[in-house]
């Protein structure tokens, strides 16, 4: 009886649909293997993305591990030789050529600040630029990088003309 049954099933569907039939045991099987980590990997991605929700976002002045400058850290004008001399030896220190550098005294602005802008055209490589502008952004938190400009003779060549415009901010000397 069972074997005429599965005689009479198997004439009936035909090889087609007894194959379909086994691949849909199958992957019912393997859904059924798999929803345990399927559900622990949708925990992991949930859990990572209320972390990432919940950390605070870094601001510009997380970088340097400190907050927006006040009136307080702002150096006096009293500082400003000291400053210059800084920017000398950071241009050294990452390698560079400086012949010459012009430096003009701003009005005060705002009635309290001193801006001091610096010209300073530099000979050398541009990794010692990058490591030159970047070591007197993070010594000098007063100081801004207003243009910077870079040339080469020729594709070739090894050596480039840099010219870094920086500007100062002091505050003013009360009597």
Same mark, same amino acid.
């Given at each position: 009886? %069972?074997?005429?049954? /599965?005689?009479?099933?198997?004439?009936?569907?035909?090889?087609? +649909?007894? /194959?379909?039939?086994?691949?849909? /045991?199958?992957?019912?099987?393997?859904?059924?293997?798999?929803?345990?980590?399927? &559900?622990?990997?949708?925990?992991? #991605?949930?859990?990572?993305?209320?972390?990432?929700t919940s950390a605070p976002v870094p601001?510009?002045?997380?970088?340097?591990?400190?907050?927006?400058?006040?009136?307080?850290?702002?150096?006096?004008?009293?500082?400003?030789?000291?400053?210059?001399?800084?920017?000398?030896?950071?241009?050294?220190?990452?390698?560079?050529?400086?012949?010459?550098?012009?430096?003009?005294?701003?009005? +005060?602005?705002?009635? +309290? #600040?001193?801006? /001091?802008?610096?010209?300073?055209?530099?000979?050398g490589s541009y990794a010692g630029v990058?490591?030159?502008?970047?070591?007197?952004?993070?010594?000098?938190?007063?100081?801004? #990088?207003?243009?910077?400009?870079?040339?080469? =003779?020729?594709? &070739? =060549? %090894?050596?480039?003309? =840099?010219?870094?415009?920086?500007?100062?901010?002091?505050?003013?000397?009360?009597?």
């Amino acid at each position: 009886m %069972k074997r005429t049954l /599965v005689i009479a099933w198997h004439r009936h569907l035909g090889r087609p +649909a007894w /194959v379909a039939l086994l691949l849909l /045991v199958c992957a019912a099987l393997l859904q059924w293997q798999l929803r345990p980590l399927l &559900q622990r990997d949708a925990l992991r #991605l949930e859990a990572r993305r209320i972390a990432l929700t919940s950390a605070p976002v870094p601001s510009a002045f997380d970088a340097g591990a400190r907050g927006p400058l006040s009136a307080a850290d702002i150096p006096s004008a009293r500082q400003r030789g000291r400053d210059l001399e800084r920017l000398v030896a950071a241009a050294q220190r990452a390698g560079l050529g400086l012949e010459r550098a012009d430096y003009s005294l701003g009005a +005060a602005t705002a009635g +309290a #600040l001193t801006r /001091v802008e610096a010209t300073l055209p530099l000979t050398g490589s541009y990794a010692g630029v990058r490591r030159f502008v970047a070591e007197v952004l993070n010594e000098l938190p007063h100081a801004a #990088l207003e243009s910077l400009q870079l040339e080469r =003779a020729n594709a &070739q =060549a %090894k050596e480039l003309q =840099a010219t870094a415009r920086l500007v100062l901010f002091y505050s003013e000397e009360t009597p």
